[in-house]
């Protein structure tokens, strides 16, 4: 499975943006995707995670503003990102996996398929 996040970018605090990630390759719908990000010299965090049942899971700090979503007829998944925060800046990478257990599935070893990322930086 080949993975392609876009839509990431420069926002000002309080700003939205959507960030969307193709699958190609592969049955896509079968498949766990999931948002991790990296800033700058921090490791990399867990975001957001859905499957093929839409149980969805979030990060604390996402506090309600992003969503998951999941549109198999396009093998695209989104994070839509409302309310950005500075301290949202950050490279987001989109994940996948055909073999994640909801228990794992936050964690970043539990996807084998990655993409490149997508910068998005919030300024104040």
């Known amino acids: 499975v080949q993975l392609v996040e876009s839509g990431g970018g420069l926002v000002q605090a309080g700003g939205s943006l959507r960030l969307s990630c193709a699958a190609s390759g592969g049955t896509f719908s079968t498949y766990t995707p999931a948002w991790f990000r990296q800033a700058p010299g921090k490791e990399r965090d867990f975001v957001a995670v859905t499957n093929r049942y839409r149980r969805d899971a979030y990060a604390d700090f996402v506090e309600g503003r992003f969503t998951i979503s999941r549109d198999n007829t396009k093998n695209t998944v989104y994070l839509q990102m409302n309310s950005l925060k500075p301290e949202d800046t950050a490279v987001y990478s989109c994940?996948?996996?055909?073999?994640?257990?909801?228990?794992?599935?936050?964690?970043?070893?539990?996807?084998?398929?990655w993409g490149q990322g997508t910068q998005v930086i919030v300024s104040s």
């Open positions: 994940a996948a996996s055909s073999t994640v257990i909801l228990s794992a599935r936050r964690m970043s070893t539990a996807y084998n398929y």
